[in-house]
Every structure is written in structure tokens, then in C-alpha cells.
């Protein structure tokens, strides 16, 4: 069980993407509220020009009120030196508000996601929070377990967008994730646009009908906007019945690509698939892991290398993100040159500007000897 930040979190999503030519091809223009423009892509460029990472994630409290089996959330290792979730002091009313935003001007991302824990705990707070993210122009995400009402004035704001982890159908969701179980979403969600997301695990491939079966549900509901899914994430060394063999993923690959020409929700494209066959191979070769920075819930510690913390095993990784992200790295935007290019050489050039700046953004993992970061030059123009 993957924990409400897991794709997920920082990021403009897979529902960015839609078809259409050129950079337009990866973007949702044509929807009430846009995920994410070809002007605010480029901007994003312009933000690791100048040394900035442009997908902030932040555990705004470490409060959830379920204890999923698997939530890594809580584990030991989600966080360095020892320090876990549940230990560390976090913040509610106007420290909450005033640090999170303070932590938003610093950084001055391009996306914010907001996560836990279970966000909604403090949804007093985020009702304050999210105008103010939406007046300032930056996209939010807000992850959520749906075991709280969503706001109803939530859905009028701008860039603002709220995502509900369901995971599975009712046999294996409501025994996982109670309280959060499908009566209670359902009457939560009630009148709202919302986002599902959903962790594939391996005791769902073992029915046979069981995908199409959870697409139709959540298809046929009109407060799901679109669906949008992540395989299940182990750790390096996991050995647990959640996860994915490769002869899964074939097939998971396989049978999504059929259930999206059916289910127009459904956001899974080819290249999403070959990412979840292919995932990157270490948080040097991810593109995710290199545009965004996460903190827990003290603001202050941050979950390294990606969202997941902890030593994610990139191998096998499953994260929605992730995989539209490193689909998308190979797409042309002029001529011979891939966003990957655009990418790799903007961060090269925002290492130097960090240098020269005195207070540098977080880019650590920026700073790789991985195979990844070693054979690309500055721009790399295909023959
Ligand atoms: S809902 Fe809470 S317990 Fe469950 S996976 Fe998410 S953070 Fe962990
Ligand atoms: S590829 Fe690795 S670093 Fe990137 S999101 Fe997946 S687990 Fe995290």
C-alpha cells in the first residue's frame, strides 16, 4: 500500500498530457482548469536555469486518522538519521500557514503538492493555504484518503485540484483503508470534481475482469474527472505479496492500454506503459526524483531521493509521475532536441547558478555520479 504522497505528489500528472502536436501534445488546454500550459512548462525551465527545483511536495501533518497496512509513511526508513513521521512536531493554525506559504516563496515552484499523513486533518488550514497558492499562480494537489469531506468551495478555485487514493475495488480497498472505505468516499466526495488514483497491487491482477471492472465503477461516477494510476513502489530488498512480477507488468501494460480506448478517463498512453516496463534505473536516471523536493511535516526535514524516501527500489518503480515524466523525456520539442535535453542541460546551468548564488536551492540529487548524469553533455543533438 503506497501512502497518499506516493505518486504522486509533486507533480502536474498524467492528466497533463493529452494528444495533440509538438509540446502542446503533452498538455490539457482545453478544460476548465489546466493542469499545467506549454508557457508554464517553459517557465518551469526557466526556474532550473536559475537553480530551482519547479515540483515542491510537502506532508503538511503527520495526523492520519487510517493505518494501512504497508504505509511507508510511518516506516523507519521514510526519512534519514533515524527520525520517523510520527516522531516529529508538526504544525497546525497560523504556523502552519504562514510556514507552508514561506516555504512556497522560497522555493517558488511551478506545482505544489499537498499531502500527509491525511492532508484533510488540516483542511482549515488548506482552505486558507490553497487561495492563496491559487493566487499566486501555482498549480496544487492536494492527496487525500477522501475520509474527510472535500470543501465544496475547493473545486472553484483555480490550479487548484484534490486527488482520492482508491485502491482497488471494495474487497481489498475498504479491509486496507478503513475508515476511508467506498461508502464513506462516496458520501465525501459527494457534488465534487476529484482526481482517483490508485495503487496497483499484485492481488488485484488475480481476478480475472478486476481492472475493468474497478475503471467502469469509478468511470460511471461523475465526480471522478479522470483516473490515474501507479504501480505498486517496494523498496530495495522488499519481498511482499503487493508487488509486481514482470510478467504482471506486461500484462498490466497491456490491458490498461485496451481499458483507455474504452474508458476515456482512464489516463494510461503508450509511452506510460513502456515507462512502467522500463522504470528508470536509479534516482540519477529520474527525471521525477531531479525537478522536485519534498518535505515532512516539521518543514524543515526533507524525504530523499524522491517522494517515496527511504531506499525506493527505482527498478521496479511504479510511481504515476515517474513514469509520465520519464515517458516524456524522449519527446521532440524542436527539431532533434528531447525535453530530456532541455532537462539535463538546465540543471547542469542551475548548479552554476546555485553556486554563484549565496543561498542555494535543494539540489542535491542534482549533484549525481550515477550513470546517468556522467554520458549526458550539455545539449545532446541526435544525429
Ligand atoms: S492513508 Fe495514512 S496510513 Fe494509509 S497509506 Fe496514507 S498516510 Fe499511510
Ligand atoms: S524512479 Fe526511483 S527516484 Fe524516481 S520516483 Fe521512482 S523510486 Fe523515486
Given at each position: 500500500?503506497?501512502?497518499?504522497?506516493?505518486?504522486?505528489?509533486?507533480?502536474?500528472?498524467?492528466?497533463?498530457?493529452?494528444?495533440?502536436?509538438?509540446?502542446?501534445k503533452y498538455m490539457r488546454t482545453n478544460v476548465q482548469n489546466p493542469t499545467i500550459t506549454p508557457r508554464e512548462l517553459?517557465?518551469?525551465?526557466?526556474?532550473?536555469?536559475?537553480?530551482?527545483?519547479?515540483?515542491?511536495?510537502?506532508?503538511?501533518?503527520?495526523?492520519?486518522?487510517?493505518?494501512?497496512?504497508?504505509?511507508?509513511?510511518?516506516?523507519?526508513?521514510?526519512?534519514?538519521?533515524?527520525?520517523?513521521?510520527?516522531?516529529?512536531?508538526?504544525?497546525?493554525?497560523?504556523?502552519?500557514?504562514?510556514?507552508?506559504?514561506?516555504?512556497?516563496r522560497e522555493h517558488k515552484p511551478l506545482h505544489v503538492s499537498l499531502v500527509g499523513g491525511e492532508p484533510l486533518v488540516?483542511?482549515?488550514?488548506?482552505?486558507?493555504?490553497?487561495?492563496?497558492?491559487?493566487?499566486?499562480?501555482?498549480?496544487?494537489?492536494?492527496?487525500?484518503?477522501?475520509?474527510?469531506?472535500?470543501?465544496?468551495?475547493?473545486?472553484?478555485?483555480?490550479?487548484?485540484?484534490?486527488?482520492?487514493?482508491?485502491?482497488?475495488?471494495?474487497?481489498?480497498?475498504?479491509?486496507?483503508?478503513?475508515?476511508?472505505?467506498?461508502?464513506?468516499?462516496?458520501?465525501?466526495?459527494?457534488?465534487?470534481?476529484?482526481?482517483?488514483?490508485?495503487?496497483?497491487?499484485?492481488?488485484?491482477?488475480?481476478?480475472?475482469?478486476?481492472?475493468?471492472?474497478?475503471?467502469?465503477?469509478?468511470?460511471?461516477?461523475?465526480?471522478?474527472?479522470?483516473?490515474?494510476?501507479?504501480?505498486?513502489?517496494?523498496?530495495?530488498?522488499?519481498?511482499?505479496?503487493?508487488?509486481?512480477?514482470?510478467?504482471?507488468?506486461?500484462?498490466?501494460?497491456?490491458?490498461?492500454?485496451?481499458?483507455?480506448?474504452?474508458?476515456?478517463?482512464?489516463?494510461?498512453?503508450?509511452?506510460?506503459?513502456?515507462?512502467?516496463?522500463?522504470?528508470?534505473?536509479?534516482?540519477?536516471?529520474?527525471?521525477?526524483?531531479?525537478?522536485?523536493?519534498?518535505?515532512?511535516?516539521?518543514?524543515?526535514?526533507?524525504?530523499?531521493?524522491?517522494?517515496?524516501?527511504?531506499?525506493?527500489?527505482?527498478?521496479?518503480?511504479?510511481?504515476?509521475?515517474?513514469?509520465?515524466?520519464?515517458?516524456?523525456?524522449?519527446?521532440?520539442?524542436?527539431?532533434?532536441?528531447?525535453?530530456?535535453?532541455?532537462?539535463?542541460?538546465?540543471?547542469?546551468?542551475?548548479?552554476?547558478?546555485?553556486?554563484?548564488?549565496?543561498?542555494?536551492?535543494?539540489?542535491?540529487?542534482?549533484?549525481?555520479?550515477?550513470?546517468?548524469?556522467?554520458?549526458?553533455?550539455?545539449?545532446?543533438?541526435?544525429?
Open positions: 500500500m503506497q501512502p497518499e504522497h506516493d505518486w504522486t505528489t509533486t507533480c502536474p500528472g498524467p492528466g497533463s498530457y493529452s494528444q495533440g502536436s509538438g509540446i502542446s517553459i517557465s518551469a525551465w526557466g526556474r532550473i536555469l536559475n537553480g530551482r527545483l519547479p515540483m515542491l511536495s510537502i506532508e503538511i501533518t503527520r495526523e492520519c486518522p487510517l493505518s494501512c497496512p504497508g504505509c511507508y509513511a510511518y516506516g523507519e526508513n521514510h526519512l534519514s538519521g533515524g527520525v520517523t513521521l510520527a516522531k516529529l512536531s508538526d504544525y497546525h493554525g497560523d504556523a502552519l500557514v504562514d510556514r507552508v506559504l514561506n516555504l512556497v488540516r483542511h482549515r488550514e488548506l482552505s486558507r493555504i490553497l487561495p492563496e497558492l491559487s493566487a499566486m499562480g501555482i498549480f496544487t494537489l492536494v492527496v487525500s484518503s477522501g475520509v474527510i469531506p472535500i470543501p465544496a468551495e475547493w473545486n472553484s478555485l483555480p490550479r487548484v485540484r484534490v486527488a482520492i487514493s482508491v485502491d482497488g475495488l471494495p474487497e481489498h480497498h475498504d479491509i486496507r483503508r478503513k475508515p476511508a472505505t467506498y461508502e464513506r468516499i462516496l458520501k465525501n466526495i459527494k457534488g465534487r470534481k476529484i482526481n482517483v488514483h490508485w495503487v496497483i497491487t499484485r492481488p488485484m491482477l488475480e481476478r480475472p475482469g478486476y481492472l475493468e471492472e474497478y475503471v467502469a465503477f469509478w468511470s460511471g461516477r461523475e465526480e471522478a474527472d479522470r483516473i490515474w494510476l501507479s504501480v505498486y513502489t517496494p523498496q530495495v530488498g522488499e519481498q511482499s505479496p503487493e508487488m509486481l512480477s514482470p510478467e504482471d507488468r506486461v500484462y498490466l501494460a497491456d490491458e490498461l492500454l485496451r481499458l483507455a480506448e474504452i474508458y476515456p478517463k482512464l489516463l494510461f498512453k503508450d509511452g506510460i506503459a513502456k515507462a512502467i516496463l522500463r522504470p528508470p534505473a536509479s534516482p540519477a536516471d529520474c527525471v521525477f526524483a531531479k525537478l522536485s523536493v519534498n518535505y515532512t511535516a516539521d518543514l524543515r526535514t526533507r524525504v530523499e531521493p524522491c517522494v517515496f524516501g527511504g531506499t525506493p527500489d527505482c527498478s521496479q518503480c511504479g510511481c504515476a509521475i515517474s513514469s509520465a515524466l520519464h515517458w516524456i523525456r524522449n519527446a521532440r520539442v524542436a527539431g532533434p532536441l528531447k525535453i530530456d535535453h532541455f532537462i539535463s542541460s538546465s540543471v547542469k546551468v542551475g548548479l552554476l547558478a546555485n553556486r554563484i548564488r549565496s543561498r542555494s536551492a535543494h539540489t542535491s540529487r542534482w549533484i549525481s555520479t550515477g550513470p546517468a548524469a556522467t554520458k549526458e553533455g550539455l545539449v545532446q543533438i541526435q544525429s
